[in-house]
Nanobody, 118 residues
Framework: QVQLVESGGGLVQPGGSLRLSCAAS????????MNWYRQAPGQERELVAN????????NYAASVKGRFTISRDNAKNTMYLQMNSLTPQDTAMYYC???????????WGQGTQVAVSS
């Protein structure tokens, strides 16, 4: 059974930091491209960052480049998103998504809420 469980969200003041985690099970994590998406109220879900299965190649949305860092630990089947210099515009539900090579649909987690407010 595929599971993606996000954690680490919460309320933080502007300029603060959070580290999100996505724990994966039930599929071949090490062969999967892993993604972080976010969705703010009334807005479409957008890709924040992704990381290749091997080699650690990363891509970031322009809005988070230089502030967020995506990483993964294939030994722990876990992906991370280090978020620094947070602004209210980063407030959203953050989701992890797995794209294994054998399932084009991919798998989604349930999300973790991030709120940036003073």
């Amino acid at each position: 059974q595929v599971q993606l469980v996000e954690s680490g969200g919460g309320l933080v003041q502007p300029g603060g930091s959070l580290r999100l985690s996505c724990a994966a099970s039930g599929f071949t994590f090490s062969r999967s491209v892993m993604n972080w998406y976010r969705q703010a109220p009334g807005q479409e879900r957008e890709l924040v960052a992704n990381i290749s299965s091997v080699g650690g190649m990363t891509n970031y949305a322009a809005s988070v480049k230089g502030r967020f860092t995506i990483s993964r630990d294939n030994a722990k089947n876990t992906m991370y998103l280090q978020m620094n210099s947070l602004t209210p515009q980063d407030t959203a539900m953050y989701y992890c998504k797995a794209n294994p090579p054998y399932d084009l649909r991919g798998y989604w987690g349930q999300g973790t809420q991030v709120a940036v407010s003073s």
